[in-house]
């Protein structure tokens, strides 16, 4: 079932833009619990131009058994609400902390609040589908619109009218129950784990060697990715294995040699090997290494985390899964998660 639902995603991505983000609204909930059951390696981003992102999109193909896109793409946006006398019909409870109305000034009647879908311009929307098209076909990837909820504030413009302000909705609350957070940290990576050395509570950082190819197209890429599956999915394993259990792990550095690396090592033979076909060679396709550094964070805001790094660009891994209830603050009482970070890219 919920491969026809991707697949179909996908087609209308490509074919029939405009049905797009009111067909993912229709299977959100189904699509949202797959990703959220899915058993492996998951990074989410935003994608907003690939040519920008080419080689954030290429280690994550290595890394990550499944990755989410948020088509947010550049300029135009596309905003898809509810019909006015049904504005509930996209979801089941809104969640919006006390600090955040406050601070926008915002009103609390539920009419003043209206969810809705956001999405790139539907020429993007085609160029993503295109360029992505391999992997997306191998749900691997999915090409997915980002939440917002738009509500009237109390402050009015000069004309009298009253502004409107859009909230985002934590990426990781589940389809029918929307948690409005505060966007914190907008950079490209988040500077607060360069500061953790010193922290007592923070474990040493680990190193991890992550090779993958550049100057190659995505769809070409997931093409040597799946003839060699076997010796990535043992990389991809290990290091869920790594992330699953990295409480009761007491040398992480062990499990990273013994296990770790060896596959990587395997992985960059691999990846050599291709760099040097002649048809590789005459396009430029190099063997790179991603420097990657882990983070088991324990004292840290999560949202802040989450967002700071996976909301322009990042990658990310948790840990566990979120638990949702109806107020944010029980995300502060959530399990470690942990954060991955490219440091450099090495050729």
């Given at each position: 079932?919920?491969?026809?639902?991707?697949?179909?995603?996908?087609?209308?991505?490509?074919?029939?833009?405009?049905?797009?983000?009111?067909?993912?609204?229709?299977?959100?909930?189904?699509?949202?619990?797959?990703?959220?059951?899915?058993?492996?390696?998951?990074?989410?981003?935003?994608?907003?131009?690939?040519?920008?992102?080419?080689?954030?999109?290429?280690?994550?193909?290595?890394?990550?058994?499944?990755?989410?896109?948020y088509t947010i793409g550049e300029g135009e946006k596309k905003i898809t609400t509810p019909k006015p006398e049904k504005p509930q019909s996209f979801i089941?409870?809104?969640?919006?902390?006390?600090?955040?109305?406050?601070?926008?000034?915002?009103?609390?009647?539920?009419?003043?609040?209206?969810?809705?879908?956001?999405?790139?311009?539907?020429?993007?929307?085609?160029?993503?589908?295109?360029?992505?098209?391999?992997?997306?076909?191998?749900?691997?990837?999915?090409?997915?619109?980002?939440?917002?909820?738009?509500?009237?504030?109390?402050?009015?413009?000069?004309?009298?009218?009253?502004?409107?302000?859009?909230?985002?909705?934590?990426?990781?609350?589940?389809?029918?129950?929307?948690?409005?957070?505060?966007?914190?940290?907008?950079?490209?990576?988040?500077?607060?784990?360069?500061?953790?050395?010193?922290?007592?509570?923070?474990?040493?950082?680990?190193?991890?060697?992550?090779?993958?190819?550049?100057?190659?197209?995505?769809?070409?890429?997931?093409?040597?990715?799946?003839?060699?599956?076997?010796?990535?999915?043992?990389?991809?394993?290990?290091?869920?294995?790594?992330?699953?259990?990295?409480?009761?792990?007491?040398?992480?550095?062990?499990?990273?040699?013994?296990?770790?690396?060896?596959?990587?090592?395997?992985?960059?033979?691999?990846?050599?090997?291709?760099?040097?076909?002649?048809?590789?060679?005459?396009?430029?396709?190099?063997?790179?290494?991603?420097?990657?550094?882990?983070?088991?964070?324990?004292?840290?805001?999560?949202?802040?985390?989450?967002?700071?790094?996976?909301?322009?660009?990042?990658?990310?891994?948790?840990?566990?899964?979120?638990?949702?209830?109806?107020?944010?603050?029980?995300?502060?009482?959530?399990?470690?998660?942990?954060?991955?970070?490219?440091?450099?890219?090495?050729?």
């Amino acid at each position: 079932m919920i491969n026809t639902t991707l697949k179909q995603l996908q087609n209308l991505a490509e074919r029939d833009q405009k049905s797009f983000v009111p067909f993912y609204i229709d299977n959100s909930e189904s699509i949202c619990d797959w990703i959220k059951s899915y058993d492996g390696v998951k990074t989410q981003m935003n994608l907003y131009k690939i040519r920008n992102q080419i080689d954030l999109l290429r280690f994550s193909l290595v890394f990550s058994d499944l990755i989410t896109l948020y088509t947010i793409g550049e300029g135009e946006k596309k905003i898809t609400t509810p019909k006015p006398e049904k504005p509930q019909s996209f979801i089941k409870t809104l969640t919006i902390p006390n600090d955040i109305l406050a601070k926008y000034k915002l009103l609390k009647s539920p009419s003043d609040f209206i969810p809705g879908f956001v999405s790139c311009s539907f020429d993007q929307l085609r160029d993503f589908s295109i360029g992505l098209r391999k992997p997306i076909s191998h749900n691997r990837i999915v090409l997915r619109p980002d939440r917002i909820v738009l509500t009237l504030t109390e402050e009015k413009a000069p004309d009298g009218a009253r502004i409107w302000q859009a909230l985002e909705v934590d990426k990781d609350s589940p389809a029918n129950q929307w948690i409005v957070s505060e966007k914190t940290a907008q950079t490209d990576s988040i500077p607060v784990i360069d500061n953790l050395t010193d922290n007592n509570n923070q474990r040493d950082l680990q190193t991890i060697m992550v090779p993958y190819l550049s100057m190659i197209s995505i769809n070409d890429l997931e093409k040597v990715i799946e003839d060699n599956y076997d010796c990535i999915s043992n990389f991809r394993s290990h290091i869920k294995e790594l992330v699953i259990n990295h409480n009761s792990i007491k040398n992480l550095n062990e499990i990273n040699n013994d296990l770790i690396k060896p596959e990587v090592e395997k992985i960059n033979r691999k990846f050599k090997h291709v760099s040097n076909m002649h048809r590789m060679r005459v396009t430029g396709v190099t063997a790179v290494t991603a420097v990657v550094s882990m983070a088991a964070l324990t004292t840290l805001g999560i949202n802040a985390a989450i967002y700071g790094f996976l909301g322009t660009g990042g990658l990310g891994l948790i840990s566990s899964e979120s638990k949702f209830k109806e107020d944010l603050s029980n995300l502060e009482d959530n399990p470690m998660f942990l954060l991955w970070k490219i440091k450099q890219l090495k050729k």
